[in-house]
T-cell receptor, first 114, second 115 residues
Framework: QQQVKQSPQSLIVQKGGISIINCAYE??????FPWYQQFPGKGPALLIA?????SEKKEGRFTISFNKSAKQFSLHIMDSQPGDSATYFC?????????????FGQGTILTVHP | EAEVAQSPRYKITEKSQAVAFWCDPI?????LYWYRQILGQGPELLVQ????????DSQLPKDRFSAERLKGVDSTLKIQPAELGDSAMYLC?????????????FGEGSRLTVL
């Protein structure tokens, strides 16, 4: 019940294309859904996050879409750039005393070709 | 920009040896975390500190792992004895506390290889 399932494992996109990564969760106690970006040799960095009271959040070229009834959320990267090539992790958090415990998905390796 | 500092960046050890990792969080961050990231997987929480107190260590293998944050600032994670399955990236993270739900700042990690 604590799992967050992420797909695809890897994704190759041409420069300028749209990258879409999907996640699904089971635990209805989760109330905060961040996406983290990780470059090789670096730690994950918070990219964008959403709470289930909204269906979409956009920051620049990055958009999270959230479907509470389906318990699914996705990251869309518009106009993908080679500099976006990284591993992306969706995550979920239940708040309360678990405010720092992130349950991560397996990760998606994104490659954007020039 | 303030960063979470970790050392060493890389550690190679033989099984049954002891190993220790150090973390210095961002100044003013009350909460410190140790996560373990096995190659090809997402990070998993090992232990969470609020100031010098352990908040969550439910996933810490306490027979061989220990963590401390004596003065509520920097922290040490120790493994003794190391086993082959401990090979992973050990990530330290920090955050401001409960008001910063899920907003963690990660260090670059300490990569452990156990031979």
């Amino acid at each position: 019940q604590q799992q967050v399932k992420q797909s695809p494992q890897s994704l190759i996109v041409q420069k300028g294309g749209i990258s879409i990564i999907n996640c699904a969760y089971e635990n209805t106690a989760f109330d905060y859904f961040p996406w983290y970006q990780q470059f090789p040799g670096k730690g994950p960095a918070l990219l964008i996050a959403i709470r289930p009271d909204v269906s979409e959040k956009k920051e620049g070229r990055f958009t999270i879409s959230f479907n509470k009834s389906a318990k699914q959320f996705s990251l869309h990267i518009m106009d993908s750039q080679p500099g976006d090539s990284a591993t992306y992790f969706c995550a979920a958090n239940a708040g309360g005393t678990s405010y720092g415990k992130l349950t991560f998905g397996q990760g998606t390796i994104l490659t954007v070709h020039p | 920009e303030a960063e979470v500092a970790q050392s060493p960046r890389y550690k190679i050890t033989e099984k049954s040896q002891a190993v220790a990792f150090w973390c210095d969080p961002i100044s003013g961050h009350a909460t410190l975390y140790w996560y373990r990231q096995i190659l090809g997987q997402g990070p998993e929480l090992l232990v969470q500190f609020q100031d010098e107190s352990v908040v969550d260590d439910s996933q810490l293998p306490k027979d061989r792992f220990s963590a401390e944050r004596l003065k509520g600032v920097d922290s040490t994670l120790k493994i003794q004895p190391a086993e082959l399955g401990d090979s992973a990236m050990y990530l330290c993270a920090s955050s401001l506390g409960p008001g910063a739900q899920g907003k963690l700042f990660f260090g670059e990690g300490s990569r452990l290889t156990v031979l």
